[in-house]
């Protein structure tokens, strides 16, 4: 049978309101007089014009209208149920002060009439009427796709799981995954609609939802228990890995590993520039279990071209399943400071790379450009080439990061700072379909336009069809070329059809 642990948290908010500021003047002279309701609640809130409570809330009413004698309070013959403490009669009352408990959900309105020592002039009202809209408490739920086996939920390690927020309001939201066995947490997301994730260990575990609005406030947090337990799936590497800013080289693998089973650093084999390199310490990565950090005796610079293999000996998961030795994966080296940011295309469209420019290129109406979602890697926002069948070897296409000079628009590619005589590297992910490219461009320019003002890089990429692979190149910046240069992005095709992406494009300054 699941158990459902259910909580429910109450915080305190006081908000004071003072309805009807105007002050009516009595008829004589130099004495003011006028009607004011004072409210003091623990928990108000305001939704198009309407305030907003919740049920079983507690509001203090108090008449501060200037030199009242006498008061009538009355509730309103369609109001929700509410509760006047320590009165018989729920439905009026002529205290200056009143505490109200409302106890039911719907809409209350509260009138007060005050009688005052001196008249009124003729156009100050006799009452005024206060409304709110009682609301119920949040109730905190979600649903899961964990199956439900013999009567609890069941996961294989490193599968992907999904919450997704039921509650009666998606205003806010806070989820928490605790491994019951170690009590520490090993997830946790305030996204409000759905929380995706996966546990790469096996065990027991709880996740927590707590849902909550800010006015009026509520909370409600429900925590269910489920169970983690060793993949039927082999233990999988990725094709290719990268270096952190600490200079190791991170190895992801589909789910968490054994610590106790790490093997020695001569079980590793790496090369830089095609060159054998030492190993020096292989650990877990402390952030992710399912990390390998791999540190080379020597930092690999971000000019170079890295590979590394793995022959296992010892090596598991930690739900007991063998790793698996892999040979010769790619290893991209820490760049440093990127100063090329915008130059994954998410905000790039046609409105601010103009594609039809005077840097055109030759036969350029052979190739088209534009910018597509979910081409890219991680299916993110790219640039895309495309010819068609009989299009002409040689053609070219350019595509100008500036929109006619517009020298700030959302999107565009400014590369800045650059230095005078400092060399630095363009790292590119390329990919193709079709008839391989004959060249894969990308550079910058500094306007207004000069042609030693242009910089035109020539990337070098062994392309792979179908594949994203890195394209790398480099250039020394000269006098006249910066600052802020703006992005030239092109390619030569080698005919058609073909369809060539460009996406992530960094510049990093070369390592010396």
Do not use: H
């Not at 018989?88 to 005052?116: C, I, M």
């Not at 006015?215 to 993949?231: K, L």
């Not at 081409?375 to 990061?401: D, K, L, T």
């Amino acid at each position: 049978m699941k158990k459902v642990y259910k909580y429910i948290f109450t915080i305190s908010l006081i908000l004071t309101i003072v309805l009807s500021c105007t002050t009516y003047d009595y008829e004589e002279p130099n004495n003011g007089a006028g009607i004011t309701l004072g409210i003091n609640s623990l928990n108000l809130g305001l939704a198009d014009e309407v305030t907003q409570t919740r049920i079983n809330d507690t509001v203090v009413f108090t008449d501060l209208s200037i030199d009242s004698a006498n008061r009538i309070w009355t509730v309103m013959e369609s109001s929700a149920q509410i509760d006047i403490l320590g009165s018989s009669d729920d439905r009026s009352s002529s205290r200056e002060t009143f505490t109200a408990v409302f106890k039911e959900v719907g809409e209350v309105g509260v009138e007060l009439r005050p009688t005052f020592n001196n008249p009124l002039t003729e156009e100050s009202p006799e009452f005024v009427e206060f409304n709110f809209n009682v609301l119920p408490l949040i109730e905190a739920n979600f649903t899961t796709n964990i199956p439900i086996i013999n009567g609890e939920l069941v996961i294989e390690a490193g599968e992907t799981i999904t919450f997704t927020n039921t509650s009666s309001e998606l205003e806010n939201a806070t989820w928490s995954i605790i491994n019951f066995d170690t009590e520490q947490e090993v997830a946790n997301s305030d996204s409000v609609d759905s929380f995706i994730t996966s546990i790469g260990s096996v065990g027991n575990f709880v996740v927590s939802l707590t849902a909550f609005t800010n006015e009026p406030f509520s909370q409600d947090m429900i925590s269910v228990p489920f169970r983690v337990i060793p993949s039927s799936a082999p233990l999988t590497v990725a094709d290719e890995f990268n270096e952190n800013e600490a200079g190791q080289i991170v190895v992801p693998f589909s789910r968490d590993l054994d610590a106790s089973t790490l093997d020695e650093p001569s079980n590793f084999e790496l090369f830089v520039n095609g060159v054998p390199a030492n190993v020096s310490i292989v650990s877990l990565d402390p952030e992710n279990a399912s990390n390998l950090l791999i540190t080379p005796a020597n930092n690999i610079k971000n000019f170079e071209t890295a590979t590394l293999s793995y022959t296992r000996v010892n090596l598991n998961s930690a739900d007991s399943v063998e790793a698996p030795s892999f040979s010769d994966i790619t290893v991209t080296p820490f760049g440093g400071v990127n100063l090329f940011p915008k130059g994954d295309f998410e905000l790039a469209s046609e409105d601010n790379y103009d594609v039809n420019n005077g840097f055109l290129g030759i036969n350029a109406n052979q190739v088209s450009i534009s910018f597509q979602d979910g081409v890219g890697i991680n299916n993110s926002r790219a640039i895309v080439f495309s010819s068609v069948a009989g299009a002409i070897p040689g053609s070219r296409r350019i595509a100008f990061g500036d929109k006619n000079g517009n020298t700030n628009p959302d999107g565009v590619n400014i590369l800045t700072p650059v230095e005078d005589g400092v060399t630095y590297i363009i790292r590119m992910k390329v990919k193709y379909t079709g008839v391989p490219p004959d060249e894969v461009n990308f550079g910058f320019i500094k306007l207004p336009f000069a042609q030693n003002t242009r910089v035109q890089i020539q990337l070098n990429a062994d392309l792979i069809e179908g594949e994203f692979v890195d394209a790398i190149g480099e250039f020394t910046v000269v006098a006249g070329t910066q600052p802020d240069m703006y992005a030239l992005a092109n390619v030569t095709i080698g005919g058609g059809p073909s369809e060539i992406i460009y996406d992530d494009i960094q510049v990093f300054e070369k390592d010396l």
